[in-house]
């Protein structure tokens, strides 16, 4: 249905991602509602983003204190936020050696860590097929899908395309000219597709062999998206260089990291690099207090056992062929290309989800979603999946 914010939408806004599906109003934990009313459960959460839900107290009171207090002050000047944010994500990386730039973005964090890269004489990037890093011209050079990348070529820098998961051709394209190896430790945009035991390990120390760093994409990934505070924390032996984060960050406040530890933390100096907004005191504020949220509320505890729920509900449903993911970020194959028509069937029923390509849904809900809602979901997804499987054959050519 087509409501009046829609077509408002369609008059000023660019049409870069099509026409919005629903406009939405409010939100309160996993729960959002649309312009008519309408009740849904959000398993998407602003993209891997709301990882406290929405409008959580605990965000809301320290973005309101903050911006009450100090809202912006630009880099020129130090916060008390933005020191401690940065100290708490070194800790929890246990970095003595590290350092934080801060952005507004997942791209941002992304362009950050491609401009330290090039501070080591080295020019050369090994990035996976499959990847997503970002829509900016660094990052999309990085991303591997050719209909983002082709109507902006030429991409700046050299960059070599691996197939993900392949230890042996990321060995084959790694030499002395690589600055560094970038990946994600599960590939989110992909459709939630996990490596095997080892891979990450094994492409670090290929880095190392080499002299290039090792940097992991944990924009989606992180911040306890997969029940540890960043996915490679979930594998033995993995410890990169180089972490960029973004999405769960803030909990839906915007604010992108790039962090790197030992020789990587000093690469970028004085005048290499800036932002205006990038780790400003209410961003910084919004990011600790998802931290502290997560820590008081133990919630990668919380992510595990509901990530679990989840997979195990969608491994049970007639349709589904595969699932995978850890925590609260789970991809779920189809046996057709129906997902799609699943998303639509789904939030017809009262559920907001994403499709990754034709035959693959993800959830991604925020880390506060409750068993109820996951079994409202169980519930629901026979009937979603019959009708989209339905739909989809109805109007096949
Ligand atoms: C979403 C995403 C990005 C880009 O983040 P933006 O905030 O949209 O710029 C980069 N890398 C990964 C792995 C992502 O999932």
């Not at 077509?7 to 934990?29: I, S």
């Amino acid at each position: 249905m087509t409501t009046p914010i829609q077509e408002r939408y369609a008059d000023a806004v660019m049409n870069t991602f099509g026409p919005p599906a629903l406009a939405l109003v409010r939100g309160k934990g996993a729960h959002v509602w649309d312009a008519d009313g309408k009740e849904y459960v959000d398993l998407l959460a602003g993209i891997a983003v709301n990882a406290l839900g929405h409008a959580h107290p605990a965000l809301v009171e320290a973005v309101t204190a903050q911006l009450s207090t100090l809202g912006h002050v630009s880099n020129f000047f130090a916060t008390e936020p933005q020191v401690s944010l940065a100290e708490r994500l070194l800790s929890l990386l246990g970095w003595n050696d590290g350092r934080v730039f801060f952005s507004n973005s997942g791209a941002e964090a992304n362009e950050a860590a491609l401009k330290l890269t090039r501070r080591t004489g080295r020019t050369r990037i090994v990035a996976a097929e499959g990847s997503f890093h970002g829509r900016t011209m660094g990052a999309l050079a990085l991303t591997s899908k050719a209909a983002y990348r082709e109507p902006f070529e030429p991409l700046p820098g050299d960059v070599t395309f691996v197939p993900y998961d392949d230890l042996a051709a990321l060995a084959a394209a790694v030499d002395e000219t690589v600055a560094a190896v970038v990946l994600e430790p599960i590939q989110g945009e992909a459709g939630v597709v996990v490596p095997s035991a080892g891979y990450l390990a094994g492409a670090q120390q290929v880095a190392r062999d080499h002299g290039a760093l090792f940097w992991l994409d944990e924009v989606q990934t992180g911040i306890g998206r997969t029940g540890a505070w960043f996915a490679h924390q979930l594998a033995e032996g993995v410890d990169p260089d180089v972490v960029t984060l973004a999405k769960g960050l803030g909990g839906g406040i915007p604010i992108g990291a790039t962090i790197a530890r030992g020789a990587a933390a000093t690469l970028l100096q004085p005048g290499n690099h800036g932002t205006t907004f990038g780790g400003n005191p209410v961003a910084a504020a919004a990011a600790l207090a998802v931290l502290d949220t997560i820590v008081s509320d133990d919630l990668l505890a919380a992510t595990v056992e509901r990530g679990d729920q989840m997979a195990s509900l969608l491994a049970q449903q007639a349709g589904v062929v595969e699932v995978t993911g850890a925590g609260l970020m789970r991809g779920a194959e189809l046996d057709g290309p129906y997902a799609v028509q699943a998303v639509a069937a789904a939030r017809e029923a009262g559920f907001i989800l994403n499709a990754t390509g034709p035959t693959r849904l993800r959830f991604v809900p925020p880390l506060v979603i409750t068993t109820d809602d996951l079994d409202a979901l169980g519930v629901a997804l026979p009937a979603i999946l019959d009708l989209a499987r339905s739909t989809a054959q109805e109007t096949q050519p």
